[in-house]
Nanobody, 126 residues
Framework: QVQLVESGGGLVQAGGSLRLSCAAS????????MGWFRQAPGKEREFVATITWSCGSTYYAGSVKGRFAITRDNAKNTVYLHMNSLKLESTAVYYCAVQSRASSLAYYSSTAYNYWGQGTQVTVSS
């Protein structure tokens, strides 16, 4: 089993920055990739970014490319989401997720991920 704990959410003004963290734990933690998704009120959960655990390849949703950056610390089993130039529409609950093994499922599909954190709220105000 893998446990994921997100932190770093909060209230920020539009144009500001936040850094989310997701720490993974488990007796034999391993991952193919770790990603971030978000869900705004009344909307479906959507892909934000993902990073492969071994070589650090990154992939982003078009809506955040150039403003958000995903990084990892393998030694700490932690992934980060650095969010800059936040917009009002960035308001959502952000979820961390683990893809344990490579699969034919697209990296932006939530079904590719088999462990999820509890989420952390990010609220962007005007």
């Amino acid at each position: 089993q893998v446990q994921l704990v997100e932190s770093g959410g909060g209230l920020v003004q539009a144009g500001g920055s936040l850094r989310l963290s997701c720490a993974a734990s488990g007796r034999t933690f391993s991952a193919y990739a770790m990603g971030w998704f978000r869900q705004a009120p009344g909307k479906e959960r959507e892909f934000v970014a993902t990073i492969t655990w071994s070589c650090g390849s990154t992939y982003y949703a078009g809506s955040v490319k150039g403003r958000f950056a995903i990084t990892r610390d393998n030694a700490k089993n932690t992934v980060y989401l650095h969010m800059n130039s936040l917009k009002l529409e960035s308001t959502a609950v952000y979820y961390c997720a683990v893809q344990s093994r490579a699969s034919s499922l697209a990296y932006y599909s939530s079904t590719a991920y088999n462990y999820w954190g509890q989420g952390t709220q990010v609220t962007v105000s005007s």
